[in-house]
């Protein structure tokens, strides 16, 4: 029993740890230091970016939680999902279009794109299946570093198996869903990153 309560916690502590926000906000900074081409450039990306496509989400979900529209920040109910993920893909899409009409790095372009679509596919699977967000949250940072940077992320790869297992364990997700979750980011990635000519 100890040891599975401590499988628990630590199944908890990987959820919480890398969830799909906190995610996107160290692909963000990591991209936008490789490809800025100041300091100050990297200052107000890096700003921009987490301040989009993570504080915003946050907000809103927390407003959510507050005024009872959902019942958890696991958003463990598939049917309250819609709601945040509504706002997210808005979220995604108005950064994606600012940033392509900035001419931000096309690195940077690309991923906002990535997250907007991604967002999108999955909050419409979302309607039938609980399709895993912290599969996707995971797998689909490492898929833009190995396309990006080639072997550079490989000593940190494990963190994606184990994510996925600490959803499974937590039975937030069946084995499918977080299968699904990793192979939409990855697909995501590799689609919009050739339509940018990146790969």
Known sequence: MRGHRAAVEFAKALSTIFNPFICASALFIIVSHAFSTSTKEFWVLSAVSVTLFTVAPLLCLLLLYVTGRISDFDMSDRFEREKI???????????????????????????????????????????????????????????????????????????VPLVCWARVYLRAHTLAQVVAGALVAVASTLVFFRLFHLI
């Open 85 to 159: 993920f509504l706002v997210i893909v808005v979220i995604d899409l108005l950064t994606a279009i600012a940033f392509t009409v900035a001419k931000v790095p096309v690195q940077i372009v690309a991923i906002a794109w990535g997250y907007w679509a991604t967002a999108l596919v999955i909050m419409i699977i979302t309607r039938y299946w609980k399709i895993s967000t912290h599969a996707f949250g995971i797998a689909g940072p490492f898929a833009v570093m190995f396309v990006l940077f080639k072997l550079q992320p490989l000593p940190y790869v494990p963190l």
